[in-house]
Each structure stands twice: as structure tokens, then as C-alpha cells.
């Protein structure tokens, strides 16, 4: 992790330049929130093949983050509540916010884990095909 510290018309300027490089290393992390490929949320699939889709980060999400901050990160997920078939995989379906407290710090997309096929033998799909 780097720090930058930047003081204007400070008369102990080195001083505190010393003093908060310090507070900086000592109570703040920088760490993996995120890995990509890491399965964040699975949704229902409607007309597939399959039930379900994984989805996965698009990237890995790094942030310097203080000891206190920790356990006040939450993700919410904006994605819709089901999806229809066909999914192709790599498909961007959404994405996932990063808060510390109620302040956002980051986002990442949520990519479909695999394709999912249309069941083509079911009613609807049989007729989606002719139509």
C-alpha cells in the first residue's frame, strides 16, 4: 500500500508529515474484498436447461480498509430476481456494490458463470421457437 500525504503552510511540516504516514500504516489494510471468479450470488433461470446461474466477479477488488471499517462492509447485489434462458456465459447480469457503513466504495460486475440453453421442451419454448 501507498500513502501520500500533502500539508500546506504547516509550520512542523515534516513532523507531520511523519505522524500521519504513520496513523496511515497502522490503521489501515489494503486486502482482497473480492477474488475474480468468486461465486457471489446464484439466481433462478427460468426456460433453461438448468434451475440456476451462478454469478461470478468480473475482478478481483482490493481496498485499504481500517481494522474498524472491516466488519462494516456489506455488498448489496443490483441484479434482477430471476433471469430467462438463454444466458451465455461471461454475460454481464449485473453488479455487486461494496459499502463501508452507508458510503460506496466500489463496484464489480457479476458475470454469468456458464451458458444456459432454452428448454425448447416445455410448452413455452416450443412456442417461442416457431414464433
Same mark, same amino acid.
Given at each position: 500500500?501507498? &500513502?501520500?500525504?500533502?500539508?500546506?503552510?504547516?509550520?512542523?511540516?515534516?513532523k507531520?508529515?511523519?505522524?500521519l &504516514?504513520?496513523?496511515?500504516? #497502522?490503521?489501515?489494510?489494503?486486502?482482497?474484498?473480492? *477474488?475474480?471468479?468468486?461465486?457471489?450470488k446464484?439466481?433462478?433461470?427460468?426456460?433453461?436447461?438448468?434451475?440456476?446461474? $451462478? =454469478?461470478?466477479?468480473? *475482478?478481483?477488488?482490493? =481496498?485499504?480498509?481500517? +481494522?474498524?471499517?472491516? $466488519?462494516?462492509?456489506?455488498?448489496?447485489?443490483m441484479?434482477p430476481?430471476?433471469?430467462?434462458?438463454? /444466458?451465455?456465459?461471461?454475460?454481464?447480469?449485473?453488479?455487486?456494490?461494496?459499502?463501508?457503513? #452507508?458510503?460506496?466504495i466500489? &463496484?464489480? +460486475?457479476?458475470?454469468? $458463470?456458464?451458458?444456459?440453453? #432454452? +428448454?425448447?421442451?416445455? &410448452? /413455452?419454448?416450443?412456442?417461442? *421457437?416457431?414464433?
Amino acid at each position: 500500500m501507498q &500513502l501520500i500525504v500533502v500539508t500546506l503552510n504547516d509550520p512542523n511540516d515534516w513532523k507531520d508529515t511523519e505522524n500521519l &504516514l504513520n496513523y496511515g500504516f #497502522e490503521n489501515f489494510k489494503y486486502r482482497k474484498i473480492v *477474488s475474480k471468479g468468486d461465486v457471489l450470488k446464484v439466481l433462478p433461470v427460468y426456460n433453461g436447461r438448468q434451475q440456476r446461474i $451462478s =454469478l461470478t466477479a468480473s *475482478s478481483d477488488v482490493y =481496498l485499504p480498509v481500517g +481494522d474498524n471499517e472491516f $466488519s462494516t462492509l456489506k455488498i448489496k447485489f443490483m441484479v434482477p430476481a430471476y433471469f430467462y434462458a438463454p /444466458i451465455y456465459k461471461g454475460t454481464k447480469l449485473g453488479y455487486a456494490a461494496i459499502y463501508v457503513g #452507508e458510503k460506496r466504495i466500489a &463496484l464489480v +460486475d457479476l458475470l454469468a $458463470s456458464e451458458s444456459i440453453d #432454452e +428448454d425448447k421442451s416445455n &410448452l /413455452i419454448g416450443i412456442l417461442k *421457437s416457431i414464433i
